[in-house]
């Protein structure tokens, strides 16, 4: 990539944060809006779960492929192509006249949305190539997408409230159309020197274990938990998950390479990961929900209720990464689990009547953990890793998020629907997320030793033998 001026940097920067934007804005904005899909379109909650994970699921199977297929086919181009599926998928979100539909539309909206964020940062990294510049941009990055998440719910509630659940994807149409103009104008087309191979059969395991677990899940509640098919469903993940790890063993260059999970810091970043967007995907989920058919509140009235999570997010999220650099990983998380533990505790109690008081202090506590927890899951991810590994070990840490989006969404939602009390069944779910809080708190312990650095030591040595001597495989010399 050639040298670009200061004033064209940061135009690639504000391009990359329009991508950014819109797709932050989609993770609040559309669970606001669930309860009036869910009037308009008479679908039952495993409707509302598909709407959620027919994104999070596409987003998860393909994030990894996607950032590959940027480094080996130009970052522009994949950006670009990201975009126009996104707004495209957004358009057809709009007018999707029946609930199948809408969950069709919210996959093409993945397909584009999982070539944004990790492309749209790959981007970042090659424009700004001094430390200090970069570490700026890449403030800037965290700034927005704490920004649009605050706004998502605000937004959505009024776009709900005043024109229908269409608007809300309305608003990704312009800024998408612009953002895909402006890219073709002054973002310069970039590869990298040597691009990971294609791994098909790894990808189509990813996905049967990802989508076997997650249809299970959701339609468990209907059709019966000992039905053929949702057995069928959990034995078909099982059986792709050991497939996948003896599969990526025996390949030079795996799409999942199993040997990163000897390294405690990156085993516990995916775990933590996986607990934490768990906690998040869930609370999304039933806040609309309960302050919009248990509470009986307006959209707009939901929106405003929700700001102090939103808000608390974008105040911590800064913090914690000043936290991990100066403290470690360790205080941020003891510190997300806390929050995320007595926010679960809190809402356990919740009932049609609880004090808005104490429903605003969750909120907050739930938004300052999740603040804090985000910057020290991808430092523990990459800790130890030599730099030519860094950027895959970021990728399993992204990826391991949506499939904590994907479960908590699943999860949170089947157990609403196999109960006939919203409040019973609500505070379930969230004794559940206080057990997914104390998993974290664990982990920040164990994850943060002398051992586990230990550990990553040793898997970097794996790695650092691997890069100077090509591994040599079952059939396969490389």
């Known amino acids: 990539m050639p040298e670009l001026s200061a004033r064209r940097r940061q135009l690639v920067l504000a391009i990359c944060c329009m991508s950014l934007f819109i797709v932050g804005l989609d993770v609040t904005i559309v669970n606001i809006a669930l309860p009036t899909i869910q009037t308009d379109f008479h679908t039952p909650v ?4 598909w709407i959620i994970d027919g994104y999070t699921l596409v987003l998860a199977s393909f994030l990894m492929l996607a950032g590959s297929t940027a480094d080996r086919l130009g970052r522009r181009r994949i950006f670009r192509i990201g ?15 029946s609930l199948g539909w809408l969950v069709a539309a919210r996959v093409i909206q993945a397909l584009g949305g999982c070539m944004l964020n990790p492309v749209a940062m790959s981007i970042i990294t090659n424009t700004f190539t001094e430390p200090k510049e970069r570490a700026r941009a890449i403030g800037v990055w965290s700034a927005v997408f704490g920004l649009s998440m605050a706004l ?10 005043s024109v229908g659940w269409r608007g809300i994807f309305w608003v990704n149409v312009p800024v998408g159309i612009a953002a895909l103009i402006l890219t073709t104008i002054f973002v310069p087309e970039s590869k990298a020197p040597r691009a990971r191979r294609f791994d098909p059969v790894g990808q189509l395991l990813v996905i049967a274990t990802l989508a076997g677990a997650t249809y299970g899940i959701i339609e468990g509640p209907h059709r019966g ?15 792709a998950v050991i497939a996948l ?10 799409l999942l390479d199993p040997r990163f999970f000897r390294s405690t810091p990156f085993s516990g970043a995916t775990v933590v990961a996986v607990c934490s967007f768990l906690c998040l995907a869930g609370f999304l989920f039933l806040n609309a929900l309960y302050l919009q058919d248990s509470r009986g509140y307006s959209a707009v009235h939901a929106g405003l209720l929700t700001l102090p999570m939103a808000a608390a997010n974008l105040l911590f999220a800064p913090y914690s990464g000043r936290l991990v650099a100066s403290k ?9 689990a806390a929050s995320f533990l007595c926010a679960s505790l809190i809402m356990t109690t919740f009932t049609p009547t609880t004090s808005l008081f104490i429903v605003a202090a969750a909120y907050v506590l739930m938004g300052a953990g999740f603040g804090l927890v985000n910057a020290p899951i991808t430092n523990t991810a990459v800790s130890g890793m030599p730099r030519t590994q860094a950027g895959v070990a970021a990728a399993v840490a992204s990826t391991s998020r949506q499939v904590g989006s994907s479960l908590g969404a699943a999860i949170f939602g089947s157990i609403i629907a196999s109960s006939a009390n919203f409040t019973h069944a609500s505070s379930l779910c969230w004794w559940l997320a206080a057990g997914c809080a ?3 708190g664990v982990l920040g312990i164990i994850t943060t030793s002398s051992s586990a650095r230990a550990s ?13 001597e090509p591994r040599v495989t079952v059939g396969q010399t490389s």
Do not use: K
């Open 438 to 440: 104390v998993v974290v």
């Open 152 to 161: 998502g719910p605000v937004i959505g509630g009024l776009l709900v409230s």
């Open 456 to 468: 990553a030591a040793r898997t970097a040595a794996i790695f650092t033998g691997s890069d100077a």
């Open 328 to 336: 470690g990983a360790r205080v941020p998380l003891l510190g997300a």
């Open 245 to 254: 790890v003896a599969y990526e063993n025996r390949r030079a260059e795996p």
């Open 225 to 239: 938990w000992h039905s053929p098919l949702i057995i069928g469903l959990f034995a078909m993940a099982i059986v």
């Open 83 to 97: 975009l126009l599926l996104f707004t495209a998928g957004s358009l057809l979100c709009s007018i999707a006249p």
């Open 46 to 49: 495993s409707g509302l779960q």
